[in-house]
């Protein structure tokens, strides 16, 4: 697992919010983390780490009872704030079972849901364009690719290359020149700050 503060601390989407129906269990991956999200009787995600704090068994390949997730392997319940509520093998034992799954912080927002490993300092970043009625929501992905991170951020900052790869999305085979354009920094104030590039293209 990254042990990189600025990762670990940050929001991630990890899954669309039509896939977490109230009857399922569904596996994700977040960071070299194995994580199990699942929607509560009361309508909220939990994500959970992907392992029984019994005997390290798969939580999602369980299945809920109610408000419970119960292991595959011993059967083991745990209620929805993770702590163990049923052992079946040893009943009397449940009140002072100390086993609990660990937990981490979510939400949802714009279809999607968000998982921090850590303490985010702040909230989802903010994505006003997601109401936009003129514009259509596309959820996809995610998408495996043989790069190294650095050449992936360039590629989204370099349009020199749009017209050649990008033809009739992006880009115009017949205009390939790239002018000078205006490079601004930005801070919304709900947290989301960085650059952004204007009159990119004539």
């Known amino acids: 697992m990254s042990?990189?503060?600025?990762?670990?601390?940050?929001?991630?989407?990890?899954?669309?919010?039509?896939?977490?129906?109230?009857?399922?269990?569904?596996?994700?991956?977040?960071?070299?983390?194995?994580?199990?999200?699942?929607r509560a009787a009361d309508g909220a995600v939990r994500a959970w780490e992907d392992r029984c704090p019994h005997r390290g068994t798969r939580l999602s390949i369980g299945h809920l009872v109610g408000q419970e997730v119960v292991c595959r392997y011993h059967g083991?319940?745990?209620?929805?704030?993770?702590r163990c509520a049923a052992?079946?093998?040893?009943?009397?034992?449940?009140?002072?079972?100390?086993a609990r799954v660990t937990s981490f912080r979510v939400q949802e927002s714009y279809g999607l849901v968000w998982v921090s490993l850590g303490e985010p300092a702040l909230q989802v970043p903010?994505?006003?364009?997601?109401?936009?009625?003129?514009?259509?929501?596309?959820?996809?992905?995610?998408y495996e690719v043989e790069a190294s991170g650095p050449r992936i951020v360039e590629?989204?900052?370099?349009?020199?290359?749009?017209?050649?790869?990008?033809?009739?999305?992006?880009?115009?085979?017949?205009?390939?020149?790239v002018r000078d354009y205006e490079v601004d920094s930005f801070d919304d104030g709900h947290g989301g700050r960085g650059i952004q590039a204007r009159?990119?293209?004539s």
């Open 3 to 38: 042990e990189d503060p600025v990762l670990v601390d940050d929001w991630h989407p990890v899954e669309a919010s039509a896939s977490i129906a109230a009857s399922r269990l569904v596996a994700a991956r977040l960071l070299d983390r194995e994580i199990v999200l699942w």
């Open 87 to 98: 052992i079946p093998a040893h009943p009397a034992l449940v009140g002072r079972a100390r």
């Open 76 to 82: 083991w319940h745990y209620d929805a704030d993770g």
């Open 199 to 201: 009159h990119c293209f």
């Open 155 to 177: 590629n989204f900052l370099d349009m020199a290359h749009f017209p050649f790869v990008h033809e009739g999305i992006l880009g115009d085979a017949a205009r390939t020149e």
């Open 126 to 142: 903010p994505f006003p364009e997601y109401n936009d009625v003129g514009l259509r929501r596309v959820h996809c992905g995610p």
